[in-house]
Structure formats: structure tokens, C-alpha cells
């Protein structure tokens, strides 16, 4: 289970409630000084993807702005010349995926033609300092294919591209694909037959489709065959993976000639494995696919073939089943097939490899103690050091002796910075939310540790409310985190973020309880089997620690809010440890255990956490499942979940909402038929955090009454 996370005032016999009974301001923006409040969070630009050029003068990224009246996010692409002191950031052109040709004159993206998306290019004349940015021709469009590209990576010399396109395997080509959903669009039977799983994964019910790997060269005009050449054909599996893949998932190896992916072989047990491997293929295609890491049952992926062509380094888990192992760091000898780990001394899960321009250093991602740096490591040696921490690196690109990467942290929203190589001359480069920064006031934040569960060192955060005032006591928003292995870090988030709690008036207390990552993979290991043992005993004495060391936490006027493995969390001590809250927020949380096996998707995740398949051993479902005690829930509880979720399916939601209500428990329900496991659409949003915010406020008002009798 991955990381993942309307004003109504008076309990009411049951009733919806629609966006269009709430109070917006359309235009979203104050510009005055204000408290920091969701109006700020949703309407911030969103950079990301920053791509530097190879010869390290340009950049490129993604800005996704906010429509707040369509409803939708926008996506545009943005570039900036390093070069010139006073550059600006100059919008190039709606789309995504932003990549440059290697003599950095040429950068390609994704938009849609008639709603299919292609592959586009935006040609730079060479100016006097290089590359004209200012200076862009018309865009033209590469690709004429049937279907959407999905993720694209352009080969070293640039002469050709690799595609991944959604297929039906049967199929020839792209076109029957086209016509064989054109076909099902037009039939007015609506019934599908399914004969293995998965039949539904993340929010999106299978249609038989694969996500494969293709080639293609380009003319001499510069565009595409419509038909490119089948790479992965052959393999029961998507590349990239679903449902967050990428392109970092395949590669080219240096010369061009050969293709690296990494791939989960399907068959009958897709939705019990995590058996990925890396293959290779020519580029050509004039082979089939060779699988190079057949002898690991777990995970392998994210290749990244050494300079010289002669070492493939990906990341490797070593616990078949197990998707929150470890990922270290791997060299494959492509010669002798020999393979060894780089980094077995470092107690990190790496994430998000690329390789450094002398060959010497691979640069990767990873949480560590509340933070989520920038580390380098000595191929050679495995030695590591923190190039850029302080808050979170979410996103990267090295160029020569340059880095630009993408960074925040949990008072701003992510922009770019250049360092070296080294970690030095840190320089911000885009500074899209600086005026409505400017004008919000957030809270201030603190790290804090204390001794949890086996007397163990544990960490947390609290963040004082905006305007806080020494001497005054504060209601206190109680975040668990979800995951359950994931953390609350310095960074930012666009769903649970704690300076909308502050901006209310809230304290806020997260904790990183056994379970979480960044603090050794023995910590991270810890809760499987035991989710409501160990992670519990570290709430508990997290909560009394920080209400020892922050005397302004109003601990009499406190609710607990979760999403995720923090929703079966909020579920759990609704049952098992109560009497601290005035109320909870449940948001997509695991109601049932029992039922949760049988009704979602991926279920190495239920196997690896409860020792096996429910029907095996049925008392590990049963030792920690909040079901088993509704008749211990007392206080009032907002339950949130929706419709598209199918990690954990609604009926979890409407499981405990009826336990609540037919206790005579004050309780609402909050539903959104159009949002998954997250909710994303700028207006449902705002009306979450308005319904959140509201439900928070009445409870822990000075007069509140309690909850069940």
C-alpha cells in the first residue's frame, strides 16, 4: 500500500452534501496578508521534471497551474537559460515530459492531437550564448500514432525513440488496438468477463490492455513512423509498470543498441508478486527479450547502464512478496553476468538512480530521518555522502559538473535550484509561489525525538499555529501517517499538509512510529505483523512527549486524523484507545481486515503484512482488525472515502459509518464518487479540507459535548 493520502456544522439524519451548497470565491487569490489556508494550497503552481540540458545551459520542467473554475489542473511547460543572470522563466508550451535532444537545440514533449497524446518538438536556433530560448519555431508534431504515448525516452544520439503505448498482445499493430476499442465503444452490451486478476488496479477496471515497449527511428523530416517496432512482444507484463510508472524504467545502453527494461511477468499471480525483472532486447528488435536478473524472486528495476556500456547498475529488493524492502543498489557485469551490491553498508532504500558524467558517482534519492536528501555514491567503493538535504529532493537531472533538481520543504512548495556535483553554490532558480508566500503566514515547525516502543528512539514533528502566542494553549490536529511504511518529512504535500491545519489555529503533531522509513530498514520492518502493536505503543508515547515538551498542545482539546494505513489507524484506536480524542477523521482507512483481503487489488501487500493469505491464517487477520471492537467507539468520527478507490474499496468506509451511526455515534460520511485512494480535483479539495476543518473545529470547541454516551 503506497504512501497515500463543505462546511456542515450539526449532526443531521443522513444527507448529501454537493460542492455547489459551499462558498467559493472563484478567483482563489488573496493578496493581502492572511493566514495560510487550502484557497493557498490548491491555487500553487506545482514545478516538476526539471530536465537540464546536456551541455548544462537550459533547463526544462513542468509547471501544472490551477483552472480553479474547470476543475482541473493545467500543464505547461517552462524553460530558462543558466546562463543569463536575469533570465526568466519563459512558457514554452502546453504539455508534459520535457526532453532535450543531445545537442540541447531540441526539446520534445507530450500533448494531445484530437485527444490522443504524441510526441511534439520545440526547435531552438543557436544564439549568441548558445541556444536561443526566446527564440522557439513552431511547434511540430513527431508522432501520428492510433494510440497515446504513454512514456517516451529519446536514444543517446537522438535518432531514435522508445515508446510505450497500452496494446492488446494479440494485436499486430497499434491500429487494431484503436479499432478494437472503437468496436467496444459502439456496443451497447456492457458486460465484461474476467478470468484472472487483477480485474481492477488503483482506480481503473482492466480491459486487457498491456502497456508495451516500442522503437521507433525518425525520417529524415524529423517525424515518426506511425508504426513502430515491437520491443517487449512476447511478455504478459506492462512497461512501465502500473500504476505510477515511468520512463525511468527503461533505458538505452550508451551505443544505442540495446534496450533495458524492467517488467513484472504477469500470468495467474500478478496481483500476489513482485517478482520484477530487468531484460534486454535489441533495439531493433531483431531478438526477443533476455531476462537478466531471472535469479531473484523480488524486485528488480530501474536500470542504468555504466558509460562505457560494460556495467548495468539497478536497484534490488531481496524479500519476494515485500514491496517496502530495501532497494539497494546493484552493478551487473554484462560480460559475465557476475553481479554485486555497491552499497551494502548503507541502510537506505534507494530511489530515482542516474549516474554522474564522469561515471565514478551514482546519484540517488532517499528518506532519511525525516528528510528525503540528495546522496552520491562511489560506484566503486559504495561509499555515500549527502549531497543537497534539508528538506526533500523529489526530482533531478546532472549535467556535466551541474545538478538541477527540484526541492521543498514543509513551509514551501517545490521550485529548482542548481548546486555542482558536490553539493555547493546552491542557487535558487524558479521562485513560482514567492508572492503568495509572501502573503500567507504559516506555522513553524520543530522535530523532536522520544523513546517509543522497546524503549527505541522515535521521531516526530509539531507545528505551531499561525499567530502563535507564548503562554496560550492550542487545539492539536493529530496526524497518522499513512503507508503504513512511508513518513511525514520536511516537505510538502498537496493533500495532507500540516500548514492547513495550522492556518486554522491547530497545533499540529505527526509521528514516524515503527514502520516508517528513512530511519534503517529494521525500523521499516518492524510493523509488519504487528500493525496495531508497535506503531500504537509509539502514538502513545509520542502524544504524552510532545504534550511534556509543548506546553501550548491543548491535550484536553485533540483529534486524531488518518488516510490510508492512518485511517485503519484512526479505526483502530477508536476501538483501543479513545479517551484523548474529541473526535477522528477517517479517510480511506481498513475497517475490516478480513474483508480487506478479498476485496482489493494488490494483495502481496495483505499476504507480506499478515504472514499469508487470509484463508491460511485467518487469527493474523483477526489479531489487530478494528472491526472486532466498534463496540468500544465512542468518540464522534468523520469518515471520508471514495468512490474510484479500489485499494480499499468503499465499503469499508460505509462499513464503519454504519457502525457509527447505529451506536448513536456522531458521525458523518463524506463520499466522492469521482476520486480514488487521493482526492485531486482542485474543488473537491477544498471541499474535503473545509469538511475536515469544520468537523475539527466543532468538536474541539471550549463548549463541545462528548460523544456516545
Known amino acids: 500500500m503506497k504512501t497515500l493520502f463543505a462546511v456542515f456544522f450539526s449532526v443531521l439524519p443522513a444527507m448529501s452534501i454537493s460542492a455547489s451548497t459551499l462558498s467559493h470565491d472563484t478567483s482563489m ?143 499486430n499493430d497499434l491500429v487494431c488496438t484503436k479499432e478494437r476499442l472503437d468496436g467496444r465503444a459502439k456496443d451497447k452490451s456492457t458486460g465484461t468477463v474476467y478470468q484472472k486478476l487483477f480485474v481492477r488496479h488503483w482506480n481503473t477496471w482492466a480491459d486487457g490492455r498491456r502497456s508495451q515497449l516500442y522503437m521507433a527511428r525518425f525520417n529524415a523530416d524529423g517525424s515518426l513512423p506511425a508504426e513502430p517496432t515491437p520491443l517487449s512482444r512476447g511478455i504478459d507484463g506492462d512497461v512501465p509498470s502500473k500504476p505510477f510508472g515511468d520512463d525511468s524504467e527503461f533505458a538505452f545502453s550508451p551505443d544505442g543498441n540495446t534496450v533495458y527494461f524492467s517488467v513484472r511477468v504477469a500470468g495467474n499471480s500478478e496481483p500476489w508478486s513482485t517478482n520484477f525483472d530487468i531484460y534486454k532486447v535489441p533495439a531493433d528488435g531483431s531478438a526477443t527479450p533476455q531476462d537478466l536478473t531471472e ?122 535550484y542548481t548546486a555542482n556535483v558536490e553539493g555547493k553554490d546552491l542557487k535558487q532558480v524558479t521562485h513560482f509561489n514567492a508572492e503568495r508566500l509572501k502573503n500567507a503566514k504559516m506555522g513553524d515547525a520543530e522535530f523532536f525525538t522520544f523513546k517509543g516502543w522497546n524503549n527505541e528512539t522515535v521521531q516526530g514533528y509539531v507545528v505551531k499555529p499561525v499567530d502563535y502566542k507564548a503562554g496560550h494553549k492550542y487545539p492539536v490536529a493529530f496526524i497518522i501517517h499513512g503507508g503504513p511504511q512511508g513518513a511525514m518529512n520536511n516537505d510538502w504535500s498537496y493533500r495532507w499538509n500540516p500548514q492547513t491545519y495550522a492556518g486554522q489555529g491547530f497545533a499540529v503533531v505527526t509521528i514516524n512510529f515503527h514502520g516508517s522509513t528513512g530511519y534503517g530498514q529494521a525500523f521499516t520492518d518492524s510493523i509488519s505483523g504487528d500493525w496495531g502493536g508497535k506503531p500504537l505503543e509509539d502514538l502513545k508515547l509520542g502524544w504524552q512527549a510532545a504534550l511534556d515538551k509543548y506546553h501550548f498542545l491543548d491535550g484536553d482539546r485533540a483529534c486524531a486524523l488518518g488516510a490510508s494505513y492512518g485511517g485503519y489507524m484512526t479505526y483502530w484506536i477508536a476501538g483501543v484507545w479513545n479517551k484523548p480524542w474529541k473526535c477522528l477523521v477517517d479517510h480511506d482507512g481498513v475497517f475490516d481486515a478480513r474483508m480487506m483481503y478479498y476485496a482489493t487489488e494488490e494483495l502481496w501487500f495483505e499476504e507480506r503484512e499478515n504472514g499469508g493469505a487470509q484463508f491460511d491464517v485467518p487469527e493474523n487477520y483477526e489479531k489487530f482488525n478494528p472491526v472486532n471492537h466498534v463496540k468500544d467507539w465512542r468518540v464522534p468520527m468523520l469518515v471520508v472515502h471514495s468512490g474510484n478507490d479500489f485499494r480499499i474499496p468503499i465499503t469499508q468506509g460505509l462499513g464503519a459509518f454504519t457502525a457509527l451511526q447505529r451506536q448513536g455515534i456522531p458521525s458523518e460520511f463524506l463520499t466522492f464518487p469521482d476520486e480514488n485512494h487521493w482526492v485531486l480535483k482542485p474543488q473537491n479539495s477544498v471541499q474535503w479540507h473545509e469538511t475536515v476543518n469544520a468537523w475539527l473545529k466543532k468538536w474541539t470547541a471550549q463548549d463541545a459535548s462528548s460523544g456516545k454516551p
Open 29 to 171: 487569490e488573496d493578496h493581502s496578508p492572511h493566514v495560510f489556508s487550502i484557497n493557498d494550497l490548491v491555487m500553487m503552481d506545482r514545478v516538476s521534471d526539471p530536465q537540464l540540458s546536456p551541455d548544462g545551459h537550459q533547463v526544462a520542467y513542468n509547471v501544472r497551474s490551477t483552472d480553479y473554475v474547470a476543475n482541473k489542473g493545467i500543464s505547461a511547460i517552462y524553460v530558462q537559460d543558466l546562463g543569463d543572470s536575469g533570465s526568466k522563466p519563459v512558457k514554452a508550451v502546453e504539455g508534459s515530459s520535457p526532453r532535450w535532444s543531445p545537442d540541447s537545440h531540441h526539446l520534445y514533449y507530450v500533448a494531445p492531437v484530437d485527444g490522443v497524446a504524441q510526441l511534439w518538438r520545440l526547435d531552438f536556433p543557436v544564439g549568441k550564448h548558445g541556444t536561443a530560448l526566446t527564440a522557439s519555431t513552431t511547434p511540430v508534431q513527431v508522432s501520428h500514432g492510433s494510440l497515446d504515448v504513454d512514456a517516451y525516452k529519446l536514444s543517446p544520439d537522438g535518432k531514435s525513440v522508445l515508446f510505450s503505448y497500452a496494446v492488446f498482445t494479440d494485436c
Open 295 to 416: 535469479g531473484n524472486k523480488a524486485w528488480d528495476a530501474y536500470p542504468v547502464p555504466s558509460l562505457d556500456g560494460k556495467t548495468l547498475y539497478y536497484l534490488a529488493m531481496k524479500t519476494p512478496g515485500f514491496e517496502a524492502d530495501r532497494f539497494a543498489i546493484m552493478a551487473l557485469d554484462l560480460a559475465t553476468g557476475a553481479t554485486h551490491e555497491v552499497d551494502p553498508s548503507w541502510d537506505r532504500s534507494a530511489g530515482g538512480m542516474q549516474i554522474s558524467a564522469d561515471g565514478k558517482t551514482l546519484l540517488v534519492t532517499a528518506d532519511d530521518e525525516g528528510e528525503h536528501p540528495l546522496f552520491a555514491v562511489d560506484a566503486s567503493t559504495g561509499k555515500v555522502r549527502k549531497v543537497i538535504g534539508n528538506g526533500a529532493v523529489s526530482a533531478y537531472s546532472v549535467a556535466g559538473k551541474r545538478i538541477l533538481l527540484a526541492r521543498d520543504d514543509l513551509k514551501r512548495p517545490s521550485d529548482l
